[in-house]
């Protein structure tokens, strides 16, 4: 098939987000204006530079109450967002957290997880998750909108501080196996990391110019 998703897809649900995956889930900690932590997963997230450490996430249109979401504008006005990492054992915590809940609702008490205190920042991280990305709020860009007052926004914040539970590092590397993180799929299906498989980068030689010979 081929559309222009200006006309529409004739699938019964958006293909586009069951076609770039797996997506990894940024489970982003936030606190509002009078102090009232938020959680919420934004699967629409990554790691976008290394030197100095970039994250972004980005955030929808709020059918829910309109504006923007609570992680973009908490993360506006604090300057600060906290990125856990949702694991396999979290996934039921992760799932529920994405309740479109009133901002007043603190998500972390919703789910039963245990707020535990950040190094750096003042948002408080899942204890729960073995791994955290400390934020600093670097900007945020408004993208294109059907809903100009709930505008599709991209956050990006500089990673201030890493926290990475010792169990999960094996002979000095992030085991992606140990961590177990779990990833998004499209419509409502998940992924999880439970294998890997390992390719040495090409180098580039004079003899790989010969290539288009074989
Ligand atoms: C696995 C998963 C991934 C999600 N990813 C996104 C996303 O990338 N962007 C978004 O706007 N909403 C996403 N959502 C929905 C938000 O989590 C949901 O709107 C939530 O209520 C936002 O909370 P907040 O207003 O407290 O930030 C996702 C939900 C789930 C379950």
Redesign the pocket.
Known sequence: MFYEPINGHNLASNPLNAIVIP?P??W?S?LSKDDTP????????NAVAYEPPQVM?????????GG???????AQNSGEFVVNI?TWDLRFQ??D?????P?YID?FEYVGLTKEKSEIVSCPRVKESPVHLECRYIRSIEMLSNDKASP?TVVFGEVIGVHIDDRVIIDGKVDPVYLHP?G?LGY?D?VHVNNRFNMDRPTWTSNSDDRHDV
């Open positions: 997506r889930i940024g982003i936030t938020n959680l919420a997963p934004y699967s629409f997230f996430f980005a955030a929808t249109s709020n059918h829910a109450f923007l979401k609570d992680a973009v504008s908490d949702a992760m799932n957290s994405a309740v479109p809940a901002r998500e599709n779990i998004r409502t998940f």
